[in-house]
């Protein structure tokens, strides 16, 4: 019994240290972004600007908070439906799949709304023209061209 549990923590461990290193070369060779999708391909996701949404809301910059990410209220309410999960109604939302799936759909929404707007040169959906898959079509076509 004792085991397994160790097996657990040292997988966790694992997980932990392989996210770590993932997150610190996507830093690298992203100019400093943490977004998986903009550091490697460019795009930016539908979370983008999230962080910096919540960050200019605890400065009081609802205006700011509002251009960086437009669902960041979104986020603490699904925050609040996690932390109260074993409570009704919010067990009910947390279990439903259709809750789930709508706010993937309203998630989506929203980024194919502002990529249609501010994409690819308005600071959070800006183009990363450094990202990994440009860095390596760029060395292609250097090579073959």
């Given at each position: 019994?004792?085991?397994?549990?160790?097996?657990?923590?040292?997988?966790?461990?694992?997980?932990?240290?392989?996210?770590?290193?993932?997150?610190?070369?996507?830093?690298?060779?992203?100019?400093?972004?943490?977004?998986?999708?903009?550091?490697?391909?460019?795009?930016?996701?539908?979370?983008?600007?999230?962080t910096?949404?919540?960050?200019?809301?605890?400065?009081?910059?609802?205006?700011?908070?509002?251009?960086?990410?437009?669902?960041?209220?979104?986020v603490?309410?699904?925050?609040?439906?996690?932390?109260?999960?074993?409570?009704?109604?919010?067990?009910?939302?947390?279990?439903?799949?259709?809750?789930?799936?709508?706010?993937?759909?309203?998630f989506?929404s929203?980024?194919?709304?502002?990529?249609?707007?501010?994409?690819?040169?308005?600071?959070?959906?800006?183009?990363?023209?450094?990202?990994?898959?440009?860095?390596?079509?760029?060395?292609?076509?250097?090579?073959?061209?």
């Amino acid at each position: 019994m004792r085991s397994g549990s160790s097996n657990r923590w040292r997988n966790a461990a694992l997980i932990a240290g392989i996210l770590a290193a993932s997150e610190a070369f996507i830093y690298y060779v992203s100019d400093g972004r943490f977004c998986y999708l903009k550091g490697l391909v460019g795009l930016p996701c539908p979370g983008c600007g999230l962080t910096r949404a919540i960050i200019s809301l605890f400065k009081f910059d609802i205006e700011g908070a509002f251009y960086w990410h437009p669902l960041f209220i979104l986020v603490f309410l699904l925050a609040g439906i996690m932390l109260l999960k074993k409570r009704r109604p919010f067990n009910t939302l947390y279990s439903s799949d259709a809750f789930w799936y709508s706010v993937l759909f309203i998630f989506i929404s929203v980024w194919i709304i502002r990529m249609a707007v501010l994409f690819p040169d308005r600071p959070p959906m800006d183009f990363n023209r450094s990202a990994l898959l440009m860095k390596v079509l760029f060395f292609l076509d250097k090579i073959f061209l």
